[in-house]
Structure formats: C-alpha cells, structure tokens
C-alpha cells in the first residue's frame, strides 16, 4: 500500500475594510529563505540586521519583529511521512563554518566568539 502525503500552502491576508478586499500579506514568522540567497544585496542587508547589537540583545527580554523585506508570503508545510526526505527548513543553509564552499548568509565566525 502505497504511502501519500498531504501538503499545506500557508498564506496569511490583510481584510481591507475601506475597500471589502483581502490583500496578501507577509508571514510574520517565515523569512523568504530563496529570495535572500538569490539577492546578494538582500543577504547583506538580512546578515547586517539579524547581527545588529540591538537586536541580538532584544532576543532575550522580547521576541522580535523582521521587516518586511526579509519575509516570505507563502510556505508550504509538508506533513511527515515514513522516512522520505522534505523539503529544507527556511534556516537551512544560511549558517556555515568558515571553511565551508557552500554559499551561505552567515559563516561560524559571525555568530560564535573566539
């Protein structure tokens, strides 16, 4: 008996009252993992601002809020089943040891003191 799987599309939508419309809005939890490996100026940015000082230190008294910029507007959640790979976390991939070839937002040496 073969095993099936169901997929999810998550979106989430802004109701504009003036207008009865919904609009398509960002995912407040989700960065757009795809977009900042492509933009090398959209990676820089994302590494300068999860980096910032101010916002490191925030993680401990408060969660944060990403901007905008950085998040998706669509995930698809894979429901597991039996051992069949998924798809990549949205973190995957943008921390790197230093000596890594893949390509990545972050290298070890950003994140962790000497």
């Known amino acids: 008996m073969p095993i099936s799987a169901t997929d999810y599309l998550l979106k989430v939508f802004d109701y504009k009252a003036q207008s009865g419309t919904f609009e398509e809005a960002p995912l407040e939890n989700q960065i757009d ?3 900042i490996f492509a933009d090398e100026a959209l990676k820089r940015d994302f590494k300068a601002w999860l980096l910032d000082s101010g916002i490191l230190a925030s993680w401990i ?3 944060i809020l990403i901007p905008e910029k950085f998040l998706a507007r669509g995930a698809i959640a ?3 089943v039996g051992f069949a790979a998924s798809e990549p976390a949205a973190g995957l991939g943008l921390l790197q040891a230093d000596d890594a070839k893949a390509d990545a937002v972050f290298r070890e ?3 962790v003191a000497p």
Do not use: G, L, Q, Y
């Open 33 to 35: 993992r795809e977009r």
């Open 61 to 63: 008294v408060a969660p």
């Open 78 to 80: 894979a429901t597991p």
């Open 109 to 111: 040496s950003d994140v």
